[in-house]
Every structure is written in C-alpha cells, then in structure tokens.
C-alpha cells in the first residue's frame, strides 16, 4: 500500500488507516469480529490506527486485536472524556486518562496523543487562555514528550473554521478533521487544509463516508428525505447518476477521491469486518481518480458549498429522525 508522510513526523504512514470507532461496541459487533478486522488490515499493509477513549471499549480492542502482531504499526489516541465526571482542566486526571489509554492499549508509549474536540468548547472546555490556546493539556502534552511517553501531539476536531486557529499556534504536529472532507462535504479545503500546509502538520481525514451517508445509497433520496435541503438531495441525486455513468461505487469513489489530494496524509477507514476492510483496502491500492471524474465530483460537491444551517450534523440515513425540537 502506498505511503505518505505525516507532516512534520516524519513518519511514513499507509494512505489508509484504521479508524477505532466501529471496532468498539458502538459498531454492534463482537470482538472477534473486531480481531480479525484489525488484524487483516495489517496484514494488507495498514500501518496506522486511530482510537480514542470515549470510543466506548475501542482502546480494549485494539490492545488485544495488536498484541503479538509482527506487523509494524503507529498508533494515535486522545485525551479526553475521561475519567467521569470530565474536567478537561484537572492535568492529574488527564494524565491519568493517558495511564488508561496505555494499559488498554497494552502499549508503553504512544505514537501520536491528539487533543479530542478541541474546536468545541460546549463539549470540552481546553482552554484557559482563549488567545493563545493554552490550558493544562498543553503542560501535559510537553511533559509526556520530555518524558518520552508520547512521540507526537495532535488535533482531533470536527469543525471546519474553528480548528484553524488552533493549529495556527504552532503547537502540534498532525491534525484529524472528520466530517469536513468528502465526496459531497469539502469545508475542510477552506481552512483546514491550508493551515496544516502552513504549519506543515500531517492531515489525517476522518468518517470519508460521513458516518454511513455515503457508504452505501439511501431510498430516502428519492422518497423524501425532508430534513435535507432541496438543494443537498438535488445534489445526491447528481451524484447518484454520474457514479452511475462511471459504474463506480459509492464507498470508493468516496475513498479514492480524499486519497486523490496529495496533501492528505492518511484516511480512516470505519470497517467493522474482515470483508468490508478488504474491500476499502482494494479501493485504495487503485490509486487515485482520473482528472475528469474529479472535476466532474468538484462541480457535484459546488451546488452545495456550506453545510445548510438546519441539516442535521449526522445524517440520519436509514433510521427515524424526531427533528432538533424532539427533546423540547
């Protein structure tokens, strides 16, 4: 599988990477399931994975699913949402929080530890100096590098013109942006990407499937999804029919047109089983998209530059949706 450099780490990671979420509980499978996933993506050369400890027991499986293996690997996690009651300030905690993480993961040190929603305040609450960024996870951040604990320092956020000001401190090394960059989502490209550019931090992209929206295609589109704006089914619609006219699939034209920017480090994969990684990493090794069929996506993904103020964050393809007035 090809490889790329992770910005100013220097490490060389495989342009897919495993993303932790569904190998948890969260993704309904048992864990043997979880094992072989994991395993069979090292062993079609996968070299990086991704967890976080508010990923239910994803940190657990990976430190099973990893042990033993003779395949070489980096690994990133997070701080953040542990322990219960969470105070992002208490530097005690967190670094105990980081004590967790290696015992799950049955690892003595950690490749990259990412700041979890640093972009959200409303969820974690960083900083202490909203000028500058800075609050106790910064001084822990330094010590757990002096002490050679963690290799590198990350961002994991979600919001496209937020994070921006975050990594323009300087003080990281890669940046995870998920729901920002995709077939139909390209908020990222405004912001994100240039300033990791800029601050030459390696970009990792997160959910290239939009949690399920583009994985696979959805009645709803024809029949009404009426929490969606006439432009973005319009737009799904377009999309639907040119995939059609190329006979190329939903899932890898999602994969393969993030892995079509050379300035992506590594994307992450949600599989949950040995079949759906095999068919992600076969998407993959087919390299990127021809020019014509990436222009042709750009003026797909253009009828809808920004996010419509009420679409739903998650797009709740495939289930019941009670609307944002449900809880009132």
């Known amino acids: 599988m090809e490889r790329r450099i992770l910005g100013k780490?220097?490490?060389?990671?495989?342009?897919?990477?495993?993303?932790?979420?569904?190998?948890?509980?969260?993704?309904?499978?048992?864990?043997?399931?979880?094992?072989?996933?994991?395993?069979?993506?090292?062993?079609?050369?996968?070299?990086?994975?991704?967890?976080?400890?508010?990923?239910?027991?994803?940190?657990?499986v990976l430190g099973h699913a990893l042990e033993g293996t003779k395949h070489p690997y980096y690994l990133s996690t997070k701080v953040g949402?542990?322990?219960?009651?969470?105070?992002?300030?208490?530097?005690?905690?967190?670094?105990?929080?980081?004590?967790?993480?290696?015992?799950?993961?049955?690892?003595?040190?950690?490749?990259i530890l990412m700041v979890h929603e640093p972009d959200r305040p409303g969820q974690y609450d960083w900083w202490e100096d909203y000028d500058n960024f800075h609050g106790p996870v910064c001084d822990l951040l330094d010590q757990l590098k002096s002490e050679k604990i963690i290799r590198f320092t990350g961002l994991g956020g979600t919001t496209a013109y937020q994070l921006p000001h975050i990594m323009a401190t300087g003080n990281y090394d890669v940046v995870l942006t998920a729901f920002n960059y995709s077939l139909l989502w390209r908020e990222a490209?405004?912001?994100?990407?240039?300033?990791?550019?800029?601050?030459?931090?390696?970009?990792?992209?997160?959910?290239?499937?939009?949690?399920?929206?583009l994985s696979r295609r959805y009645p709803e589109i024809d029949t009404g999804a009426?929490?969606?704006?006439?432009?973005?089914?319009?737009?799904?619609?377009?999309?639907?029919?040119?995939?059609?006219?190329?006979?190329?699939s939903l899932p890898e034209a999602s994969l393969r047109m993030v892995l079509s920017n050379p300035d992506i480090s590594t994307v992450l994969m949600g599989a949950r089983s040995v079949e759906e990684v095999e068919k992600n990493v076969?998407?993959?090794?087919?390299?990127?998209?021809?020019?014509?069929?990436?222009?042709?996506l750009r003026e797909i993904a253009d009828m809808v530059p920004f996010r419509p103020f009420e679409e739903p964050f998650g797009l709740p393809f495939g289930r019941s949706y009670a609307g944002p007035w449900h809880a009132r």
């Open 81 to 111: 949402g542990r322990p219960q009651p969470f105070d992002p300030k208490n530097k005690d905690l967190l670094r105990k929080s980081v004590e967790e993480s290696l015992r799950l993961l049955n690892q003595n040190t950690i490749d």
């Open 9 to 60: 780490t220097g490490l060389k990671v495989s342009v897919l990477g495993m993303g932790g979420l569904f190998v948890s509980k969260i993704g309904e499978r048992n864990r043997e399931h979880s094992y072989k996933a994991v395993k069979r993506a090292l062993e079609l050369g996968v070299n990086y994975v991704d967890t976080a400890p508010n990923y239910a027991d994803s940190e657990e």
């Open 226 to 248: 009426w929490w969606l704006s006439p432009q973005r089914q319009k737009q799904f619609k377009k999309l639907y029919d040119f995939l059609d006219d190329i006979e190329l």
């Open 189 to 213: 490209s405004i912001a994100i990407i240039p300033e990791a550019k800029k601050q030459n931090m390696g970009i990792i992209i997160g959910s290239p499937l939009q949690q399920g929206a």
């Open 282 to 296: 076969k998407s993959a090794n087919a390299g990127p998209l021809p020019p014509d069929i990436l222009e042709s």
